[in-house]
């Protein structure tokens, strides 16, 4: 991320819901040349099909029912000299996606009725965490689009799959949430390990909400098994039922093999 930020070129992210698609954005944006002008995010995804042109791309006075009088500047031009961040790119319908590659062809727009056509330099980064892959083979994304977006793809990898971060990210939410309330919070190691077990179906966001709660419930300035929410727990508990304990007649090599059977 840190790499591709000092270019121009357009970036596809991929992941899970909750891996952190929307602060890989922000980090690629701090750090290119464009930080000092807006970074500008739409989701593709919230705004009614109706109404997604006109918030992409802007309408002149008149151009339909409702619009504002003086019109309306679009996301796009907003972006101009920074950078647009198009979240659920997923769910752009058909006709936006005809014009958003238009756009990426040549740099250019045209509000909705209007008839002028502005030169406009956005950086565009797109984020989805379905397979667009697959969309394009079934001819709901428009092939095109997804290679002119997908110049540089970067796939965030699930939590699960990353267990290395686990510990930092719990250490850094916790003190976090803690100086909130100003208060002083640590883990305790079997709490470490609980979490440590857990799988992190939400990924990023839901381990900062599981610090959120915790700091905020429990009473000692130790956070220890019994603060934790049951669904991690549970899990933890599974975990330590299928890994042991073992025998103590057991050697240590029927201790591996038994291990790596249950891994």
């Known amino acids: 991320a840190l790499k591709v930020s000092k270019a121009d070129s357009s970036i596809l992210i991929t992941g899970e819901s909750g891996v952190g698609k929307g602060l890989i954005a922000n980090l690629i944006h701090q750090h290119s040349s464009r930080a000092e ?14 109404l997604i042109e006109s918030e992409l791309f802007g309408y002149e006075k008149g151009a339909f029912t409702g619009a504002q009088a003086g ?58 965490h379905r397979n667009l892959q697959e969309m394009v083979e079934a001819g709901s994304f428009r092939h095109d689009l997804y290679y002119r977006l997908k110049v540089i793809p970067i796939k965030i990898p699930p939590l699960r799959d990353r267990k290395e971060c686990l510990l930092p990210l719990l250490r850094f939410y916790i003190d976090y949430f803690a100086g909130n309330l100003a208060c002083t919070k640590r883990l305790s190691r079997a709490a470490i390990d609980a979490l440590m077990a857990y799988r992190f179906p939400g990924n990023v966001r839901e381990l900062m909400n599981i610090c959120e709660r915790v700091v905020v419930i429990s009473e000692m300035e130790i956070i220890d098994h019994q603060d934790l929410p049951s669904e991690v727990t549970v899990q933890a508990n599974k975990v330590e039922d299928a890994w042991g304990p073992w025998p103590s007649q057991m050697s240590l090599a029927q201790v591996l093999q038994s291990v790596e059977r249950a891994y």
């Open 37 to 50: 002008k807006p970074l500008i995010r739409i989701n593709c995804g919230a705004i009614p099909e109706s």
């Open 71 to 128: 019109g309306k500047l679009g996301h796009l031009e907003l972006a101009d000299h920074g950078t647009l961040f198009l979240d659920e790119i997923a769910e752009l319908p058909l006709p936006a996606q005809v014009k958003l590659l238009r756009f990426l062809e040549n740099g250019r727009l045209t509000r909705l009725g209007g008839t002028q056509t502005r030169l406009v330099d956005a950086r565009i980064i797109a984020a989805t």
